[in-house]
T-cell receptor
Framework: AQSVSQHNHHVILSEAASLELGCNYS??????LFWYVQYPGQHLQLLLK??????LVKGIKGFEAEFIKSKFSFNLRKPSVQWSDTAEYFC??????????FGAGTRLAVHP | KAGVTQTPRYLIKTRGQQVTLSCSPI?????VSWYQQTPGQGLQFLFE???????NKGNFPGRFSGRQFSNSRSEMNVSTLELGDSALYLC??????????????FGEGSWLTVV
């Protein structure tokens, strides 16, 4: 069955620290992968997406992710986090048509 | 342009009742999908509609149903509510499929509490 897993459920960082959130997918065929962010009290917003081509994908707000096919991974990175990055981050894969299969999410808390 | 709009934003229902949630997609979007978000189960796909046809369905009991109207607006209904149905219900819309480069946009959700 198709699945997406996120390694860390809670991450606590200080401002200016580097961030890497893990995501692994388990399904074959065409791979479309996404990272969404949910800020407190706000709706899910797309950070970045991968369809094909360059495995290093750049998104909004300084985030990037690298698709590594051999490791079935799509990890999210940011070189220097800010307090405003405090949010919940979701990795997702396409499950056909417009169905998204989400990972469990990672709650990130950034302390000033 | 206006985003995905969901109504009502908050509601409280009693076990055994039914509830209808409404979603207005972004103008021009013909695909509407629904998700349930709970602390324990995370984000789970309910179903997706495109031009009034259900194209995909998640693993939820038959108490969960939906429909889409000719103007692309969508409703979902939950009958015989159970305490475990308490959740944030999210609606999302898209112009087309992600494989074609389209983005799926989410609404702010409807918070349902079953007591």
């Amino acid at each position: 069955a198709q699945s997406v897993s996120q390694h860390n459920h809670h991450v606590i960082l200080s401002e200016a620290a580097s961030l890497e959130l893990g995501c692994n997918y388990s399904y074959g065929g065409t791979v479309n992968l996404f990272w969404y962010v949910q800020y407190p009290g706000q709706h899910l917003q797309l950070l970045l997406k991968y369809f094909s081509g360059d495995p290093l994908v750049k998104g909004i707000k300084g985030f990037e992710a690298e698709f590594i096919k051999s490791k079935f991974s799509f990890n999210l990175r940011k070189p220097s986090v800010q307090w405003s990055d405090t949010a919940e981050y979701f990795c997702a894969g396409s499950g056909g048509y417009n169905k998204l299969i989400f990972g469990a999410g990672t709650r990130l808390a950034v302390h000033p | 342009k206006a985003g995905v709009t969901q109504t009502p934003r908050y509601l409280i229902k009693t076990r055994g009742q039914q509830v209808t949630l409404s979603c207005s997609p972004i103008s021009g979007h013909r695909s509407v999908s629904w998700y349930q978000q709970t602390p324990g189960q995370g984000l789970q796909f309910l179903f997706e509609y495109f031009s009034e046809t259900q194209r995909n369905k998640g693993n939820f009991p038959g108490r969960f149903s939906g429909r889409q109207f000719s103007n692309s607006r969508s409703e979902m209904n939950v009958s015989t509510l159970e305490l475990g149905d308490s959740a944030l219900y999210l609606c999302a819309s898209s112009l087309g499929e992600p494989s074609s480069g389209n983005t799926i946009y989410f609404g702010e959700g409807s918070w349902l509490t079953v007591v």
